[in-house]
């Protein structure tokens, strides 16, 4: 079984593409992508992200390929994007200790993983009715999501 969280989401999906030993996938909070969609497609078929190029400080790394850089959350829109709910001074601090994410991964194709899947969240299949709830193929899980929850999934 493996899980992920956020864009966690899309690396267990080709982590476990052609994988016979896993035999489940759990989104939590996390990117579902289908077979050959990607992160930025998902983003720009649920508008309302707060994960837009406006909001992304985009810093070049050594080595990078070309076009390639990181991407973080600016630190003036991470606690309404990604904290919300969260103290003041915790927002802040996780806005200033945040990871980084490759563009490229935006642009990378996803395998495709056939396995049963459960799920909560935010970044959906193209199929979810809903923008606040994860549905997922059979067999199925839907849990709803209210809008302003954190995206930290831990206490």
Avoid at 76 to 102: D, R, Y
Avoid at 107 to 118: E, K, R
């Amino acid at each position: 079984m493996l899980v992920g969280h956020s864009y966690g989401g899309a690396v267990i999906t080709n982590a476990a593409t052609g994988d016979p030993q896993v035999k489940a996938l759990v989104y939590v909070d996390a990117f579902a992508p289908a077979q050959s969609q990607t992160i930025a497609q998902l983003l720009a078929a649920y508008p309302g992200s707060c994960a837009m190029p406006a909001n992304l400080n985009v810093v070049p790394f050594p080595g990078a390929p070309s076009g390639v850089a990181d991407a973080y959350i600016k630190q003036s829109v991470f606690p309404s994007c990604m904290a919300n709910g969260l103290p003041a001074s915790e927002a802040h601090v996780l806005a200033a200790t945040q990871l980084p994410l490759a563009t490229i991964a935006l642009t990378q194709q996803t395998g495709v993983a056939d396995h049963p899947v459960m799920g909560r969240g935010r970044h959906r299949r193209p199929t979810t009715p809903s923008p606040w709830r994860c549905s997922l193929p059979r067999p199925t899980r839907r849990t709803p999501v209210s809008p302003g929850q954190t995206h930290r999934t831990y206490p």
